[in-house]
């Protein structure tokens, strides 16, 4: 009987060992914060990060790229703020001006020529003028496949950040990462609203000075008539309503890229190194602990025999004398 629980105490305590070792698997600070375990989540955070970072600096330039084009809101623009008579223009060549300045800088056309009487003579258009209109268009012609590179990018580095190890409770994709990302530019870009909404000259001046340097004419200048500071302070609102509606779209993509992460690291994620390791290192124990009962099951079997054989020899003793 006491060779039966000191039997069933060597397995209880080999279950122990076994529970303790996992126990310490897990808790074990150079494992819980080793190099490739702090790996993971930094990549997954900073991937995040920066998808977020580029899809909100994506809306902003899909949202002045879009207003920039529209005829409508130039035709409006020039209406609005520019002395029609004062350079030879009704309502009529007014939209003219606005479809052909357009075109060229949307690179239709190859010139941008407009003849415009003020008086008994022509409008000089000066070359720097021209200049600045070719960078522009510079600008205008390479929006597209900029905005569509960059899209690319965040399609490339949240199709990395979705799928994770396959297993773990939560998917890889990064919330948090992805807000930091994200709201860093959405504050900057509402304070540059904020500052163009209640000093919009200013802004337009420091934009100039320190981004579009060829841009600065004097307004004396003939050809300034058709570019007010008023005209650019008219597609202010209708930007920060197109940016607002896409920042939002960016805002709310975590609510399915989140779920959408668990999902597709179920289906597709790899199986993680450590829990196969674990898995091994369970078996390993497993066969262990097997060997070690079998082995002091063995022996005690052995000590029984052994007791049983001595009792026997000690009868046959006492029984012959």
């Not at 007014?94 to 357009?102: E, G, I, P, Q, Y």
């Not at 060829?214 to 940016?243: C, K, N, R, S, W």
Request: aromatic share 8%; with cysteine.
């Amino acid at each position: 009987m006491a060779d039966d629980k000191n039997i069933l105490g060597d397995i209880v305590g080999n279950i122990g060992d076994s529970l303790k070792d996992q126990l310490e698997d897990k808790m074990d600070p150079s494992k819980v914060f080793s190099e490739g375990n702090l790996k993971k989540k930094r990549g997954a955070f900073w991937t995040c990060l920066i998808a977020g970072l580029l899809l909100m600096v994506l809306a902003l330039g899909a949202a002045v790229y879009y207003n920039g084009t529209k005829v409508s809101l130039l035709e409006e623009g020039i209406v609005t703020h520019v002395d029609l008579a004062a350079v030879g223009m009704d309502a009529s060549s007014a939209k003219n001006f606005a479809v052909s300045t357009l075109a060229y800088l949307q690179g239709t056309v190859s010139s941008w020529e407009p003849v415009l009487v003020i008086g008994d003579h022509i409008m000089p258009i000066p070359e720097s003028f021209k200049t600045h209109m070719e960078t522009v268009r510079g600008w205008f012609t390479s929006a597209t496949a900029v905005l569509l590179a960059g899209l690319g990018i965040v399609v490339v580095l949240l199709g990395r950040a979705l799928i994770g190890t396959k297993g773990s409770k939560k998917g890889s994709f990064s919330v948090g990462g992805y807000y930091i990302g994200a709201l860093v530019p959405l504050l900057l870009i509402g304070g540059i609203g904020a500052w163009g909404y209640f000093n919009f000259d200013s802004l337009w001046a420091t934009l100039h000075k320190f981004l579009i340097p060829d841009g600065i004419f004097d307004v004396a200048e003939p050809i300034m008539q058709l570019f007010p500071v008023g005209l650019f302070q008219g597609y202010l609102q209708p930007v920060a309503i197109t940016f607002g509606v896409l920042a939002l779209i960016v805002l709310v993509l975590p609510v399915i890229l989140a779920p959408l992460s668990k999902l597709l690291t179920n289906l597709f994620g790899k199986k993680s190194g450590s829990s196969t390791s674990a898995t091994r290192r369970a078996a390993t124990r497993k066969t262990t602990t097997r060997k070690a009962s079998s082995t002091r099951s063995t022996a005690a079997k052995t000590s029984r025999k052994t007791s049983t054989t001595k009792k026997s020899g000690s009868r046959t003793t006492s029984s012959s004398k």
